[in-house]
């Protein structure tokens, strides 16, 4: 079975941290490239990190120096930090494989809304 379960949304103040978790179940995503995406309302859903096998990491420009993400396999479980929030950071948070393999459907996503 293929699943993801995010968490760890909420609301936060511009400047302020939040920590997202998500974890998987599924061989798949054990052995893949894991990334988190995020979609605001009216805009496409975009890749703002990634992390291989050997936590090699990559990161959106607009998130880079503010986001960490980290994985732990014995876990099933990819997490993000988010600090120095900014407006512009409100989306659903998702994750999934990067880039997305079209057998891995979508979790429900964790609201992350950031007020100035």
């Known amino acids: 079975q293929v699943q993801l379960v995010e968490s760890g949304g909420g609301l936060a103040q511009a400047g302020g941290s939040l920590r997202l978790s998500c974890t998987y179940s599924?061989?798949?995503?054990?052995?893949?490239?894991m990334g988190w995406y995020r979609q605001a309302p009216g805009k496409q859903r975009e890749l703002v990190a990634s992390i291989t096998l050997t936590d090699s990491t990559n990161y959106a420009d607009s998130v880079k120096g503010r986001f960490t993400i980290s994985r732990d396999n014995a876990r099933n479980t990819v997490y993000l930090q988010m600090n120095n929030l900014k407006p512009e950071d409100t989306a659903v948070y998702y994750c999934?494989?990067?880039?997305?393999?079209?057998?891995?459907?979508w979790g429900q996503g964790t609201q992350v809304t950031v007020s100035s």
């Open positions: 599924g061989s798949i995503f054990r052995r893949s490239v």
């Open positions: 999934n494989t990067s880039p997305w393999n079209p057998v891995s459907s």
